[in-house]
């Protein structure tokens, strides 16, 4: 079954970019680019989910999560 996981992508002043799942409290990793940053959060949330599963842990999904943003002053 398929799950769907919203990343967040930092980039980082010395180059590349922070990945982080917020759904997945610790879930972060780094990729040089955004297409590597993307193939590292893959493998991140794979091995985070064998874990949960491994615990017997529930699995979260944010398929159904809806992202805003706000500005403030």
């Given at each position: 079954m398929k799950k769907s996981f919203r990343i967040i992508l930092t980039p980082e002043s010395e180059g590349g970019f922070t990945v982080m799942v917020p759904s997945?409290?610790?879930?972060?990793?780094?990729?040089?680019?955004?297409?590597?940053?993307?193939?590292?959060?893959?493998?991140?949330i794979d091995v985070?989910?064998?874990e949960l599963q491994a615990n017997g842990e529930p699995i979260p999904d944010d398929t159904n999560s809806l992202e805003l943003s706000l500005l403030v002053d």
């Amino acid at each position: 079954m398929k799950k769907s996981f919203r990343i967040i992508l930092t980039p980082e002043s010395e180059g590349g970019f922070t990945v982080m799942v917020p759904s997945l409290p610790g879930c972060i990793t780094w990729g040089e680019n955004i297409e590597h940053a993307k193939l590292m959060a893959r493998e991140a949330i794979d091995v985070y989910l064998e874990e949960l599963q491994a615990n017997g842990e529930p699995i979260p999904d944010d398929t159904n999560s809806l992202e805003l943003s706000l500005l403030v002053d």
